[in-house]
């Protein structure tokens, strides 16, 4: 409380998350075996996904977050095709507190960009012949605690 009674000035500051652009940054398709994968009939291929999230600050406020989406379907001479996708955004963050940055940057900004990554996908796919493949939702909380156990430092040994 201020000394009038009333709030501090402080207190009056919400936090607050803008989308400030949104880009395709790379992206790869690969048909590597038209058109006579188009037209063979095809058992259902092994779909494998790989995701990364990355950031890096532009300034105080200002991040740019990556998405980067790697996926293919089949396997060496058999594969159907393969792409690569890298959605990034960039966002501003203002009243948060440091502590509560890293999980707002890697877990929400592209929990906000995956949408569209995913429709982007899901087109370029469709755009190669085949039926569109729709990633399955991705849970960012779940790579984030991934990242942050694999980046913690193991407790020192005792020595006899």
Not at 53 to 67: M, Q
Not at 70 to 83: K, V
Not at 116 to 145: S, W
Request: hydrophobic letters at 40%; proline letters at 10%.
């Amino acid at each position: 409380m201020s000394a009038n009674g009333g709030p501090e000035e402080t207190d009056l500051r919400a936090p607050n998350l803008i989308v400030m652009a949104q880009y395709v940054k790379d992206f790869s398709f690969e048909n590597p075996n038209a058109p006579q994968s188009l037209i063979q009939k095809q058992q259902a291929p092994n779909i494998q996904i790989g995701v990364n999230v990355t950031a890096r600050g532009l300034s105080e406020t200002d991040v740019d977050v990556e998405l980067k989406i790697e996926g293919s379907a089949g396997e060496g001479a058999e594969t159907l095709f393969r792409f690569e996708l890298v959605y990034a955004g960039v966002f501003r963050i203002e009243n948060v507190p440091e502590e509560n940055r890293p999980p707002l940057v890697l877990i929400e900004c592209p929990r906000l960009l995956f949408p569209f990554a995913r429709q982007i996908i899901a087109d370029a796919v469709r755009n190669g012949g085949f039926p569109p493949l729709l990633v399955d939702p991705i849970d960012f909380a779940a790579l984030y605690r991934q990242r942050m156990q694999e980046n913690v430092p193991s407790p020192p040994t005792a020595m006899s």
